[in-house]
């Protein structure tokens, strides 16, 4: 079964120092999504992505966050100056554009994310 | 109650006994569903109710969902040792392109 892939599974950066974390969802899927997931709380939207740009993204993501598909099969979050409290699981997550949204999205393994 | 929350935040139980959990939301939805998370893993898609179901079922899961009072149940029977992970509900409120988690119930099924 077809599943997304995101690299690399654990990332370790020096706070203020930039990070990109890799996606490559599953290939006939649309519509891409950020997501994170502080130790022990609760997943958080962070961005939707659909054609290109992007559809809706929360409080939670800021100017220092940036997404990106760069060629047409990777989907890629950038963190520019990264702060002790990004360090979270990072999930990316895709989905098929069936009728009404009734796809579900299918989620990757996540990054984990750790500034020092 | 998350948006949505989950109750309970965590469950003990032994194994062949059902499981229950418990997830209320906040806004109207498209959809509601439930996902399971292993330890350290990503999230696995159990299980999509519509708006305008009631019921779902799915192997030993069954799905309620009560519109009227913004909540929906996951009903494990029979359960095993490997259903141990954490289980979340996820909204998918009408024009929005983003799915809301709730807190999650760490289930554990004692062998």
């Known amino acids: 079964e077809p599943e997304v892939t995101q690299t690399p599974s654990h990332q370790v950066t020096q706070m203020g120092q930039e990070v990109i974390l890799r996606c490559v969802p599953i290939?006939?899927?649309?519509?891409f999504y950020w997501y994170r997931q502080i130790l022990g709380q609760k997943v958080e939207f962070l961005v939707s992505?659909?054609?290109?740009?992007?559809?809706?993204k929360s409080e939670i993501f800021d100017d220092q966050f940036s997404v990106e598909r760069p060629d047409g099969s990777n989907f890629t979050l950038k963190i520019r100056s990264t702060k002790l409290e990004d360090s979270a699981m990072y999930f990316c997550?895709?989905?098929?554009?069936?009728?009404?949204?009734?796809?579900?999205?299918?989620f990757g393994d996540g990054t984990r994310l750790s500034i020092l | 109650s998350q948006q949505g929350e989950e109750d309970p935040q965590a469950l003990s139980i032994q194994e062949g006994e059902n499981a229950t959990m418990n997830c209320s939301y906040k806004?109207?939805?498209?959809?509601l569903q439930w996902y399971r998370q292993n330890s350290g893993r990503g999230l696995v898609h159990l299980i999509l109710?519509?708006?305008?179901?009631r019921e779902k079922h799915s192997g030993r899961l069954r799905v309620t969902l009560d519109t009227s009072k913004k909540s929906s149940s996951l009903l494990i029977t029979a359960s095993r040792a490997a259903d141990t992970a954490s289980y979340f509900c996820?909204?998918?409120?009408?024009?929005?392109?983003?799915?809301?988690f709730g807190t999650g119930t760490r289930l554990k099924v004692l062998a």
């Open positions: 997550a895709s989905r098929f554009p069936g009728q009404g949204g009734l796809e579900p999205q299918h």
């Open positions: 290939s006939n899927h649309l519509y």
């Open positions: 992505f659909y054609n290109n740009e992007i559809s809706e």
């Open positions: 806004t109207s939805i498209n959809n």
């Open positions: 109710i519509r708006s305008n179901e």
């Open positions: 996820a909204s998918d409120p009408p024009g929005t392109y983003k799915y809301i």
